[in-house]
Structures are given as structure tokens and as C-alpha cells.
């Protein structure tokens, strides 16, 4: 089948190239009536734009590069359906690419950049440090998401995790709980972002006077449902009590449902569990996972405020973006204290 060319949409349309052209370019005057008309043959024909020829005579591809450690991962998935939308809403189309956290697949998003497709990228780092980025050639303008680097010179988009897990720690101290684990901690990590969830949680503990116990840390093999699930049974086993979980991700609360189910414990009656992400399995658990929230769809319009600036030409330093995050309470932590008849005997945990 043959390309649709400008000329094929104006002729349908019964316009100018020039007005075809303003209209794919998303120029504001444009009639409205005029518009409608031309986007309605763009349409019909199946039109797009040669992002050649489009940054030959603008300098812009009007893409957009989004590198994310795994396309599956659930708030990964989220976060790039968001990121797409705000795409479309602005003129943008997205490409996105997936690293795996391997460290010669990151520096490929950066050392890339000057292939001259996208305009910008949208990147979330796992193994790349700030100094790792700061010295390459900036290049095509950049974007970074989560914690593990923030280069003076680069923008940053993020939530604050110390604070996001002070206050699921606090959540289940107002329970009542006094026992509160932490799932969990994997050796490699290399995220970042677990060390800052364990701060906030000991932050919790220690400013309601609660004292820390390192046996509540629970240690996970990876990041999975199944190692969750694991890392609770192994404690029950051992026999640490307690009667409150908070989980760095929704996966691990997954995996905890499962084995406190498992164990014959009641959520939240005897263990109540936070997650992280809110992410859609949330609402679908048994009972449904109270979790952490970050506000995904303000990530993604951070991002392309601090992007669309960088594309326009800012050349400052970097601008670092905390965006809000809330906790959404579900049946696995409701908010009601726990009466004082449940859960205080801990032999029976």
C-alpha cells in the first residue's frame, strides 16, 4: 500500500499543504471548524507525519523515549500508561524501552540519545549513578525518575519514600499494632528506594516510642510475590510475632496475604498489611490491600513539565520534583483500631 502523502489528506480535505501542516504541527490558529475537517481526513487515511521531513522543518521528531527497568512490573505498566496519555494530551507520541536494570542496556538510553529520533527521555535509572550520568554528554533533553541518581545538571521527578512509609507505619501504629515488620530487604538490591522505605518505617516506630527490632526486618531472596510469600512463612516459622506489616511493594503484600492465609492468621484481625504502589491488584486481593500510593498520573505531568522546558531550551541546573503520594485504605489495614480483645496474646501469632 502506498504512503498517504500531505497532498493526499489536503486534496481530501479540500485545503492548503500549508493548512494540513499546521494542523499535524498542532498550530493554535487553526480554526476550530477548519481543523475538525482536516483531522477528519487524517483519519480516514490513516495519515502520519515523516518524522524525517517533520525535523527537517522543525527541528522535532515529536517522539518521546520512556526507559523503565520492566515493561511487566505492575507499577511500571501504570506509570507508562500515564506517561502515554500525557504524551497524546501534549502532541507526543511515545517509544519505550525496557533495561531490565542492566547497567550496559541504561547507559545505551543515554549514550543513544543523539540518533536524533526522540526530543526527549523520560528515564527511570536502576544501576546508573549521578555521577555515571553527569558525565556523558547531555545531549537530547533529560528526565530522570526514582531514587537511584539525581545528577546536579538533571532534572528529577519522585515521591518521597521516607515520608510515604512513615506514614504507613503510623497507619498501622493508630491500628494498635506494636509488632510491625518491614518486608522486606534483599541483598542486591541495588533499587535505592528500599532503604529509604526502611528509614521511614523505623522513623515510625521510634517516634511512637516503639522499639526497633531487627528480627521484624524480613529478608527476601527478589523482588517477587513468591519471595514475599516466602520471607513471611520462614518468619512464622521461626516464630517472630507480630501483628503488622509494611511491604515495599504490592507484590510482596501479595505474597504476605498468601502466607499469613496460609498460616491460618486473620487480615486484619490478627496481621493487618500495607503495600506500596497501589497498584491494580490492590483492589482485587482477598482482603483488598490498603497501599501506599503515589500519585502516578502527577509523576508523569512533572515529567513532561520539566521535559517540555528542557526542550524548549532551559539549560539550567537540574529541578527536583516531589510529587505527592497518599495511602489508600483498604480492607487489609481499615482504618478503625483494632478492638482491644484481638491480637494481644502473641503466643497464639
Same mark, same amino acid.
Request: include cysteine.
Given at each position: 500500500m502506498a504512503r498517504v502523502r500531505l497532498i493526499d489528506v489536503a486534496e481530501l480535505a479540500g485545503v492548503s499543504m500549508k493548512t494540513v501542516s499546521n494542523v499535524v504541527h498542532n498550530y493554535p490558529h487553526v480554526a476550530p471548524a477548519l481543523r475538525e475537517k482536516v483531522q477528519a481526513a487524517i483519519d480516514q487515511l490513516g495519515y502520519r507525519p515523516n518524522l524525517?521531513?517533520?525535523?527537517?522543518?522543525?527541528?522535532? /521528531?515529536?517522539? +518521546?523515549?520512556?526507559? +523503565?527497568?520492566?515493561?511487566?512490573h505492575p507499577y511500571f505498566s501504570e506509570l507508562s500508561r500515564h506517561i502515554a496519555e500525557e504524551a497524546t494530551r501534549r502532541g507526543y507520541r511515545v517509544i519505550i524501552e525496557q533495561t531490565l536494570s542492566d547497567p550496559i542496556a541504561e547507559r545505551a538510553v543515554l549514550s543513544d540519545r543523539e540518533a536524533g529520533l526522540v526530543d526527549g527521555v523520560i528515564f527511570h535509572p536502576v544501576r546508573m549513578e549521578s555521577l555515571d550520568i553527569a558525565k556523558l554528554d547531555p545531549g537530547t533533553p533529560l528526565v530522570l525518575l526514582g531514587e537511584a541518581a539525581m545528577? !546536579?545538571? /538533571?532534572?528529577?521527578?519522585?515521591?518521597?519514600?521516607?515520608?510515604?512509609?512513615?506514614?504507613? /507505619?503510623?497507619?498501622?501504629l493508630a491500628r494498635g499494632c506494636r509488632r510491625v515488620a518491614f518486608l522486606g530487604v534483599i541483598?542486591?538490591? +541495588? /533499587?535505592?528506594?528500599?532503604?529509604?522505605?526502611?528509614?521511614?518505617?523505623?522513623?515510625?516506630?521510634?517516634?511512637a516510642g516503639v522499639q526497633l527490632d531487627p528480627e521484624l526486618v524480613f529478608t527476601a531472596l527478589e523482588f517477587t510475590a513468591e519471595a514475599g510469600l516466602r520471607a513471611v512463612?520462614?518468619? +512464622?516459622?521461626r516464630? !517472630?510475632?507480630?501483628?503488622? !506489616? !509494611?511491604?515495599?511493594?504490592?507484590?510482596?503484600?501479595i505474597g504476605a496475604l498468601k502466607a499469613l492465609h496460609n498460616s491460618g492468621r486473620s487480615v486484619p484481625a490478627d496481621v493487618a498489611v500495607v503495600g506500596w504502589d497501589n497498584t491494580f491488584l490492590a483492589a482485587y486481593t482477598s482482603p483488598t490491600l490498603t497501599s501506599v500510593a503515589p500519585r502516578k498520573t502527577a509523576i508523569a505531568a512533572a515529567a513532561f513539565d520539566l521535559l517540555e522546558e528542557r526542550i524548549a531550551g532551559y539549560r539550567g541546573v537540574g529541578r527536583h520534583r516531589i510529587v505527592g503520594h497518599s495511602l489508600e485504605v483498604r480492607e487489609s489495614a481499615p482504618s478503625t483500631p483494632r478492638r482491644l480483645d484481638q491480637n494481644l496474646d502473641f503466643t497464639a501469632l
Open positions: 524525517t521531513a517533520r525535523r527537517l522543518a522543525t527541528g522535532r /521528531t515529536g517522539m +518521546i523515549a520512556l526507559a +523503565i527497568p520492566e515493561i511487566d545528577p !546536579v545538571m /538533571t532534572d528529577h521527578v519522585m515521591i518521597d519514600n521516607v515520608s510515604a512509609a512513615l506514614d504507613a /507505619t503510623r497507619h498501622l541483598a542486591a538490591d +541495588i /533499587t535505592g528506594s528500599t532503604n529509604q522505605r526502611l528509614l521511614g518505617y523505623q522513623q515510625g516506630l521510634l517516634e512463612a520462614e518468619a +512464622i516459622e516464630g !517472630v510475632r507480630f501483628d503488622g !506489616v !509494611v511491604c515495599r511493594d504490592d507484590r510482596f503484600a
